[in-house]
Antibody, heavy 120, light 107 residues
Framework: QVKLQQSGAELVKPGASVKLSCKTS????????MSWFKQIPGQSIEWIGM????????GYNQKFKGKATLTVDTSSSTAYMDLSSLTTEDSAVYFC?????????????WGQGVMVTVSS | DVQMTQSPSYLAASPGESVSISCKAS??????LAWYQEKPGKANKLLIH???TLQSGTPSRFSGSGSGTDFTLTIRSLESEDFAVYYC?????????FGSGTKLEIK
């Protein structure tokens, strides 16, 4: 079955960067899109951006341009998100979710989420 | 960005009852709306897409309706596993945006 396994919780200092991973299995990675999301506990979900695993093409929410960089490693069926110049406002849970090429716009499988805490 | 307004933000009900959750878009989104279920410690689950199409595996007690700007998620004959947080999401235009969520709790 389809699985998206995210890396563990992160505690990072302000100004630093962090790279989150989302390892997939159970489907053809290279023919799907992967999106990333931010959710501050108790608040709604924000879409950060997406990447097409087939060619690495990306699209970002204007709000997160310069903050997030999405990449993939097709050899390991893993998607990554780099978050840079972290501030306390970046403390949140981050999710990855698949968007199948046949179901444009909605997200049929999600990772479990990873908590990123930015603190000195 | 399309704003999604969800109500109520909190709902208490008993097993066996039926509940409805509203989601309103700030502009017409046709039927490009999905509903998700969030439970602690579990991955978010896609319940419904295209406004009313049940995702494979979604129990038939869930239903979605609406088009344009007004949408409703209805859960009939609540079961214990249904107590969770529900979100709507529009995908008519980028960026996709979500409602603020509805927490469904046991009365």
């Amino acid at each position: 079955q389809v699985k998206l396994q995210q890396s563990g919780a992160e505690l990072v200092k302000p100004g630093a960067s962090v790279k989150l991973s989302c390892k997939t299995s159970g489907y053809t990675f290279s023919t799907s899109y992967m999106s990333w999301f931010k959710q501050i506990p108790g608040q709604s979900i924000e879409w950060i951006g997406m990447i097409y695993a087939g060619d690495g093409g990306t699209g970002y929410n204007q709000k997160f341009k310069g903050k997030a960089t999405l990449t993939v490693d097709t050899s390991s069926s893993t998607a990554y998100m780099d978050l840079s110049s972290l501030t306390t406002e970046d403390s949140a849970v981050y999710f990855c979710a698949r968007m199948d090429y046949s179901s444009p716009g909605y997200f049929d499988y999600w990772g479990q989420g990873v908590m990123v805490t930015v603190s000195s | 960005d399309v704003q999604m307004t969800q109500s109520p933000s909190y709902l208490a009900a008993s097993p066996g009852e039926s509940v409805s959750i509203s989601c309103k878009a700030s502009k017409s989104i046709s039927n490009n709306l999905a509903w998700y279920q969030e439970k602690p410690g579990k991955a978010n689950k896609l319940l419904i897409h295209s406004g009313s199409t049940l995702q494979s595996g979604t129990p038939s007690r869930f239903s979605g309706s609406g088009s344009g700007t007004d949408f409703t998620l209805t859960i009939r004959s609540l079961e214990s596993e249904d107590f969770a947080v529900y979100y709507c999401q529009q995908y008519n235009e980028y960026p996709p945006t979500f409602g603020s969520g509805t927490k469904l709790e046991i009365k």
